[in-house]
């Protein structure tokens, strides 16, 4: 039996000031039952495991900084609309406004004041989930930076944080 040894691997972790976005929501608790409109200052924190490279570095942490912060930068000081939301009726309205209907409440928004999001709730599970699936979508970061996995995490508040993860395959780590 051949032995296969995997290249050297090391966890950068990025939890900087400036990694962060303000948002107003409402959390959907059944068909029936949702939080009031409301807001958070959430955080984030970046962990990725990359191969290191003879000269003892992973990656250039700015790339990866960036690609963080320009997510970050895409959500604030938006109201965020989870799109799969079963609970949910989205309609399009004229003068650039959307309707959003939850049980009898019927709250009405400008398209310029909110963000559609393809996620089913606006907890810091699925905003994990989010910024993690819009990090991967980036090939070039994936493969170029040598990524063998992500953990994005997402916090409400002091000691509180949502995280979702990804890992390469095995397969994909053969290639």
């Known amino acids: 039996m051949k032995l296969k040894f995997m290249k050297r691997t090391a966890k ?6 400036y990694l962060k976005f303000s948002v107003g929501h409402f959390t959907i608790f059944s068909a029936t039952e949702r939080e009031r409109l409301h807001g958070h200052n959430y955080r984030v924190k970046a962990t990725f495991e990359a191969e290191v490279g003879d000269n003892g570095l992973t990656v250039d942490y700015n790339i990866l900084k960036n690609k963080v912060s320009e997510l970050c930068d895409s959500l604030d000081e938006y109201f965020i609309i ?3 939301s079963p609970h949910l ?4 309205l004229a003068d650039e406004k959307i309707q959003i209907q939850h049980n009898q409440d019927e709250l009405i928004f400008y398209k310029k004041d909110i963000k559609l999001l393809p996620i089913a709730n606006t907890s810091v599970e699925d905003l994990s989930w989010y910024l993690l699936e819009e990090l991967k979508k980036d090939s070039t970061l994936i493969e170029e930076c040598k990524i063998h996995s992500l953990e994005i ?7 509180q944080f949502g995280y979702s993860n990804w890992r390469r395959s095995e397969q994909d780590l053969e290639d």
Not at 12 to 17: A, M, N, S, T, V
Not at 153 to 159: K, M, T
């Open 12 to 17: 950068i972790e990025l939890f900087k000031e």
């Open 82 to 84: 989870p799109t799969k």
């Open 89 to 92: 009726i989205i309609q399009e």
């Open 153 to 159: 995490g997402i916090g409400s508040g002091d000691g």
